[in-house]
């Protein structure tokens, strides 16, 4: 399903834009961090400064009433010739405990240094479980000319 060319595009990126919808097909956008594991793109719920406690976040709000969700991580450079993006479609989950969800934990504290100084375990993992992937441009991950 998702090449590797996409895949390595994808490791490459720091940060990509999680878009969800609610009931009501109303969408919501949101920059996330992000780690791949197989066919799954987890997403941690991190600790969140200015959050209402006892009321979930608008994404996992959102995910609640409709599951199906769109992530796409991109590059932007003033040369054209270096433009790319790859977007993944697919069905959440969100994983409160268990071993997926430790796992999709430990996975986004290597990728980020700055999660491993929070208390990330009883968190939520949004689980984007890819059904497809699409992509555009130049993917390439090596410097180019």
Not at 6 to 12: I, M, S, T, V
Not at 35 to 62: C, F, H, M, Q, V
Not at 121 to 142: D, F, H, K, M, Y
Request: hydrophobic letters at 40%.
């Amino acid at each position: 399903m998702l090449q590797d060319r996409e895949r390595d595009f994808l490791l490459a990126q720091r940060v990509g834009r999680l878009a969800t919808a609610d009931a009501r097909g109303n969408p919501h956008v949101v920059p996330v961090c992000f780690a791949l594991s197989k066919g799954t793109l987890y997403i941690t719920i991190d600790e969140k400064p200015k959050r209402s406690a006892g009321r979930p976040l608008k994404r996992l709000r959102n995910l609640m009433d409709n599951p199906s969700t769109a992530f796409v991580a991109d590059r932007y450079d003033e040369d054209w010739t270096r433009l790319g993006w790859v977007m993944l479609r697919g069905r959440t989950e969100i994983l409160v405990d268990g071993p997926e969800h430790d796992h999709a934990q430990a996975l986004l504290c290597e990728r980020y240094a700055q999660y491993r100084a929070m208390q990330l375990a009883e968190l939520p993992v949004i689980a984007v479980r890819i059904q497809r992937a699409t992509s555009w441009g130049n993917l390439a991950v090596c410097s180019l000319p």
